[in-house]
C-alpha cells in the first residue's frame, strides 16, 4: 500500500499517488484524494458503512470540500481520483486529460478501489461523477456489474452537445481522423463562459496553474473518437446494476456569446438530451432538475447550491 500524504486543500485532506505504469504518452500516475469522517459520525452515521468515491470532469480536478463534508458529516469515508493527466496527476511531459479509450480509466479506478480497501472490508460504495467523470463511471460500472451500490452523476456528459444525430454524422470523420492523427488539433470551442460564471458567483477557487484553464485542455481527433464511443454505448443502453441518481440543470445556454443567463443554467451540456440519455443506463433512475444551477450544479448560486445538496440528501435516503 501506498503513502498517504497532506493534500494541498488542508483540513484533513490527504493524497496518495497511484503508479500506473506507462500509456501511450509515457509514464502515468493517478491521484486519490481522502477525507476521513470525524469520530462521531463515524460511529453513528447514516452512511458510516460507506465509501464514496468522486471522479472530475474534463479540464478539472477534485477541490469540492464543501461536498466531501457532506459524506463525512454523515459518516461516509470520502475519496476523489484525479485521473491521469488530470490536476495532481498531471505531468508537463503529457498531454492533458488525453485518452483514446475511456475503458483505459479501469485502470486508475482499480488502483483508487485498491487503495480505498472498500471491497476488501466489506463496505458498500457509492461512486459520484460529475461531467465527462459521470460518462466514464457510467461505463465503469456496467462493465463492472455488483461492485457499486449506488451512482450519483452531477450533470454527466452522456450524450454530444450536437444530439444523437449530429453525434452519428459527425462520428465516421472524427474515427477516421482519429486513425491516422489521433493528437492532431481542433479548434478552440470554449469560450471560457462557464469559468466566468463561477468566478462571478465566487464558488471557484484559485486553482494551480494549468490544472484548471479557463477556456479547457486542448482536444485532439482520438479522444473524442472516445469519447463519442460512450455517448454510443448508452444510446445503445446499457445498466449499471445499481440505483442511479441524476442531477441536472433545469435550463441550458448556448454559449456562443456571454449572458448572464449563464450564471444560472447549463451552458456546457443540453440538459434536456443529458436528461433522456440518462433513462438508459439503469434499471432504477431519479432525475433531479435543480432551477437555477450552472453545469456542476454544486457550484451554483446559493440558492440553487441549497437546492442541489437538499436533493442529494433525498437522494441518498432513496438510494439506501
Known amino acids: 500500500m501506498g503513502e498517504w500524504h497532506p493534500d494541498i486543500l488542508g483540513g484533513g485532506f490527504e493524497q496518495q499517488t497511484l503508479p500506473l505504469g506507462d500509456d501511450v504518452d509515457g509514464e502515468v500516475v493517478a491521484t486519490v484524494v481522502r477525507l476521513r469522517p470525524h469520530p462521531g459520525a463515524r460511529l453513528f452515521g447514516e452512511l458510516r458503512d460507506t465509501d464514496v468515491l468522486y471522479v472530475h470532469g474534463w479540464s478539472d480536478y477534485f477541490f469540492q470540500t464543501d461536498l466531501a463534508r457532506f459524506f463525512t458529516d454523515r459518516g461516509a469515508r470520502f475519496y476523489a481520483l484525479d485521473l491521469r493527466k488530470y490536476g495532481r496527476s498531471l505531468r508537463s511531459d503529457l498531454a492533458p486529460g488525453y485518452v483514446a479509450s475511456l475503458d483505459v480509466y479501469d485502470a486508475d479506478i482499480a488502483a483508487a478501489l485498491d487503495a480505498m480497501a472498500t471491497v476488501r472490508e466489506g463496505r458498500r460504495l457509492v461512486l459520484f461523477g460529475h461531467s465527462t ?17 449506488a451512482l450519483i452523476l452531477n450533470s454527466p456528459w452522456l450524450e454530444l452537445q450536437l444530439g444523437p444525430l449530429g453525434r452519428q454524422a459527425l462520428a465516421p470523420l472524427v474515427n477516421a481522423r482519429a486513425r491516422f492523427d489521433p493528437l492532431g488539433t481542433h479548434p478552440v470551442v470554449d469560450l471560457g463562459f462557464y469559468t466566468r460564471a463561477q468566478r462571478d458567483l465566487g464558488t471557484l477557487p484559485d486553482s494551480p496553474e494549468g490544472w484548471r484553464p479557463a477556456q479547457g485542455f ?25 440505483p442511479t441518481l441524476v442531477l441536472l440543470s433545469a435550463r441550458s445556454t448556448v454559449a456562443l456569446s456571454w449572458s448572464d443567463a449563464m450564471r444560472e443554467t447549463d451552458s456546457v451540456l443540453v440538459v434536456d438530451d443529458i436528461a433522456r440519455a440518462a433513462t438508459r443506463i439503469a434499471r432504477t433512475v431519479t432525475i433531479s432538475r435543480v432551477e437555477g444551477a450552472l453545469h456542476d450544479v454544486f457550484l451554483s448560486a446559493p440558492e440553487a447550491r441549497d437546492a442541489a445538496y437538499a436533493a442529494l440528501r433525498d437522494g441518498m435516503r432513496g438510494l439506501a
Not at 467523470?133 to 451500490?149: E, I, K, Q, S, Y
Open 133 to 149: 467523470g459521470g460518462l466514464t463511471l457510467t461505463l465503469w460500472a456496467a462493465r463492472h456489474p455488483g461492485v457499486a451500490d
Open 218 to 242: 486542448p482536444t485532439h481527433p482520438g479522444w473524442l473518437a472516445a469519447i463519442i464511443a460512450g455517448h454510443a454505448r448508452v444510446a445503445s443502453g446499457l445498466d449499471v446494476g445499481c
